[in-house]
């Protein structure tokens, strides 16, 4: 964990079957999703200007998914700092371990999807950015 970098964390662009009626995108553990998911959520009626995340993980993998609209997430490694912006529901944003990850500019009936590889844990999340720094650069 300590030793992530932004550049552990990659965009992946998924499976996409087009048909006359609609596109479809299905994702397999191990596959398309480079982890076994153990949970999915999303976040969704993100009012104007509000920011999600603020957080890093110390061991849960997670990818996200513009569902529907758009949104950046800044991904933060305690030494470089990177933004990556999502808006097509054929792409992946995966973020490793040890990464703090702040998500803002969402746009109106944006929908953030959440594949995550392990259930809920509150002992997982570090929460106090300064924490997160002098952690990371010990």
Not at 68 to 88: A, C, E, P, Q, Y
Not at 103 to 127: P, Q, T, W
Request: net charge negative; charged share 25%.
């Amino acid at each position: 964990m300590k030793d992530s970098t932004i550049y552990n964390c990659n965009v992946f662009e998924l499976p996409k079957i087009h048909n006359q009626s609609g596109n479809i995108t299905a994702l397999n553990n191990l596959l398309d999703v480079p982890f076994e998911v153990k949970r999915v959520y999303y976040l969704y009626d993100i009012p104007g200007g509000e920011t999600r995340g603020g957080h890093a993980h110390y061991d849960l993998h997670q990818f996200l998914i513009a569902a529907s609209g758009s949104f950046d997430v800044i991904l933060d490694d305690g030494k470089n700092k990177k933004i990556v912006h999502l808006d097509r529901p054929y792409f992946g944003l995966e973020i490793v371990p040890g990464i703090w990850r702040e998500l803002l500019n969402f746009s109106s009936g944006a929908i953030c999807l959440v594949l995550a590889s392990h259930k809920y844990e509150e002992k997982d999340y570090i929460r106090n950015y300064n924490s997160f720094f002098e952690m990371k650069n010990k």
